[in-house]
């Protein structure tokens, strides 16, 4: 039997949908294998995590995006009640202070101090 010959034919003969017909395979080849990548990536930087969930078990791609989303819920979570947190204190600071500058105000108008004004003068520096 002779050898057959496969031809090709030239980009220039093929039409725009051929074309894309040919293509296509590769290119939902290059998003699965993105989509792979990420998902790998995934699982390593949250590794600690999935080992304290699910211990000694191969993650399926659907428990690890699922277990991300859990993750990533928990920190903004977190960071909403640090967040918070830091306003209250502020808050209460700058509360506190105001309350302060009228306290002074008040006791200022008075031009006899007695020993409670000088008190409480005392004990709002502390």
Request: aromatic share 8%; glycine share 0%; charged share 30%.
């Amino acid at each position: 039997m002779a050898p057959s010959t496969i031809f090709l034919e030239p980009d220039n003969l093929l039409t725009p949908k051929e074309k894309n017909k040919l293509r296509k395979p590769v290119v939902e080849k290059m998003r699965r294998d993105r989509i792979n990548s990420s998902i790998e990536q995934l699982k390593l930087l949250l590794e600690k995590e999935f080992q304290r969930h699910q211990p000694n078990s191969k993650l399926e791609k659907a428990d690890i995006l699922e277990m991300t989303v859990s993750y990533l819920k928990q920190q903004s979570q977190l960071q909403m009640k640090r967040s918070f947190h830091k306003s209250s204190q502020f808050d209460f600071r700058e509360g506190y202070s105001r309350c302060l500058q009228e306290a002074f105000h008040f006791l200022s108008l008075h031009k006899v101090r007695t020993e409670t004004q000088t008190k409480l003068l005392s004990h709002f520096q502390k």
